[in-house]
């Protein structure tokens, strides 16, 4: 008789039985295996690489020890270059109205826009190391020399900032000191409205004019390249007004960006 840790502790069976229901819970699980299988080798040639849009739901497993497959992107603005490692949402469709009136969507996301959404929005800081390698594997080899890392300043007040750890998991990796003060919030900003409700890159580059202020903490002798990574890449306004900051600092030679996703 044999004893399946997944029956009540009083449950036994023959050895026969037990091969045939560990097999048939192989059979009904199968769908579930290959659904949480949405990570893999995150290897990039810098060439987007075709791979299918995994649907997620809240039961979907992650597995935060597997590299991230990616979708490498280039993107350009007032640095010297950057690279998104996937596009955030592969479909959104409209499904009608919830009780409220709110609109509700069925989303499909990429496998690092999943990561990133249950990064922010579900609190999974687990998300954060396989994040960084994707970066570290699939986008530094495409940049020169990087001397530090920093993250894109944050849009909401949050006690752990998710850009700042993937940020700080970064610099780790790649041995290299982690600055999170360069770029500050200016008093401008606390009055300053939301750009996530502008349409327009006019009215981002217009709200975003005296916004955040360039401190010069680095206390060693030379320049160097930096690194600023971010969680997605929209229209840009944002990293290109902290860029055009960073590059006003003589100690930093170049700008270069990383950003988990694009939309």
């Known amino acids: 008789m044999l004893r399946d840790p997944e029956l009540p502790h009083n ?10 229901h560990r097999s048939n819970c192989t059979r009904q699980n199968r769908h579930r295996i290959q659904a949480r299988d949405s990570f893999g080798d995150g290897r990039n040639s810098g060439r987007e690489a075709q791979h299918t849009p995994t649907r997620y739901n809240a039961r ?3 597995r935060p020890y597997q590299p991230v497959k990616v979708r490498l992107r280039q993107i350009s603005g007032a640095f010297s270059d950057g690279y998104a490692l996937d596009k955030h949402t592969a479909s959104s469709v409209f499904i009608g109205h919830n009780e409220w009136g ?8 990429t496998p690092a826009g999943e990561a990133v959404f249950q990064l922010k929005y579900r609190g999974d800081f687990e998300q ?6 994707a970066v570290v594997r699939n986008i530094v080899p495409h940049l020169p020399k990087i001397g530090l890392v920093m993250p894109a300043p944050a849009s909401t007040a949050r006690q752990r900032q998710p850009v700042h750890e993937v940020a700080s998991a970064i610099a780790k990796r790649m041995e290299v000191p982690l600055f999170d003060t360069l770029i500050e919030k200016s008093a401008v900003a606390a ?3 939301s750009l996530k409700n502008m349409n327009t890159r006019q009215e981002k580059d217009e ?3 005296g916004r955040y202020l360039l401190k010069k903490t680095i206390a060693t002798n030379g320049s160097w390249n930096v690194l600023v990574v971010d969680d997605l890449y929209h229209t840009g306004a944002t990293m290109d007004a902290v860029c055009r900051l960073l590059a006003q600092y003589d100690k930093i030679s170049s700008v ?4 988990l996703t694009w939309r």
């Open 11 to 20: 449950a036994r069976m023959t050895a026969s039985t037990y091969a045939f």
């Open 60 to 62: 979907t497993f992650i």
């Open 102 to 109: 709110h609109k509700q969507y069925d989303t499909t996301r």
């Open 128 to 133: 954060v190391k396989p994040l960084a390698k």
């Open 191 to 193: 009055n300053a409205g």
């Open 207 to 209: 709200a975003l004019k």
């Open 256 to 259: 270069y960006v990383a950003a």
